[in-house]
């Protein structure tokens, strides 16, 4: 599975920051990731447009920040094409 087949359009590559799982206190930054805001009340984040790359799931109150944010395009994907 890739990340298309959770969310279709508009990913972006950017610096993600989290609260920390194991310690809420503390935050995670995760740099140049591929992201996508959905679905509704989550952030879809995954390493890398690739097949085996994993996805993970981070509900928004635990997002403390999105940044840098650039689009990027999918391999026989046309940005706003309808699915």
């Known amino acids: 599975m890739d990340i298309t087949t959770v969310n279709d ?3 972006y590559q950017g ?3 989290v609260q920390d799982p194991t310690d809420p206190s ?4 995760l ?3 591929i992201v996508r805001f959905g679905p509704a009340g ?4 995954v390493t890398a447009l690739a097949e ?3 996805i993970v799931l981070y ?3 635990r997002v403390l920040a999105v940044t840098d944010l650039r689009e990027v395009g999918v391999a026989g994907h ?3 094409a309808e699915a």
């Open 26 to 29: 503390r935050s995670v930054e």
């Open 15 to 17: 610096r993600v920051v």
């Open 42 to 45: 989550w952030l879809t984040v």
């Open 78 to 80: 046309r940005p706003g």
């Open 52 to 54: 085996d790359a994993e």
């Open 31 to 33: 740099s140049r990731r």
């Open 9 to 11: 359009r508009h990913l």
């Open 59 to 61: 509900p928004t109150a």
